[in-house]
């Protein structure tokens, strides 16, 4: 299926945010071989994951929040979906999903925890005063799917290298 300039345009956006975020490996576009999902970015730090889709239109945006990876297991600690300003109303996301606004050339978080900590899914008892906020809109993602994902990431980055030193 052939992407718009105007998802190319967002994709972009979406990696910028996170990569500004403070997540430092960063994939868009991403297949995995036993891996129904597809995200358009997926990041990881080395606390957690996050994961956005980026809709352009509003049926894309319906048809796909039915998909069973968006309410169980499926990619990302911490999902978004990223549109077009006003697209996408806080009221019709998903159970602990964030909504972000693309506003000209820049990303509005418009549904998001509180902060940039982005703590991880499991914490001490002792964090958890700290991080509140952050429960509700955490996931409980599937490992193997994530590990595929690491999987095809570090393929990408050594094939950019063209060789690797043991």
């Known amino acids: ?87 996408i109303t806080p009221e019709e996301l998903p159970p602990k999903w964030g909504l972000l606004y693309a506003k000209g050339r820049s990303v509005l978080a418009v549904v998001k925890a509180q902060g940039n900590t982005w703590p991880a899914l499991y914490v001490s008892p002792a964090s958890e005063a700290d991080i509140s906020n952050w429960r509700d809109f955490q996931h409980e993602p599937n490992e193997a799917a994530e590990r595929r994902a690491l999987y095809s990431i570090a393929r990408r980055f050594a094939a950019l290298t063209d060789s690797v030193n043991i």
């Not at 868009?28 to 970015?41: A, H, I, M, N, Y």
Request: with cysteine.
């Open 1 to 87: 299926m052939a992407v718009s300039d105007e998802h190319k345009r967002l994709t972009t956006l979406g990696a910028r945010w996170l990569r500004k975020s403070g997540f430092g490996v960063i994939a868009t576009e991403l297949t995995c071989f036993g891996s129904r999902e597809q995200p358009d970015v997926l990041a990881f730090r080395s606390s957690c994951s996050a994961m956005i889709e980026v809709k352009v239109s509003r049926s894309d945006f319906l048809a796909d929040r039915k998909k069973p990876e968006r309410s169980a297991g499926g990619l990302g600690v911490y999902r978004f979906y990223l549109c077009p300003e006003g697209m």
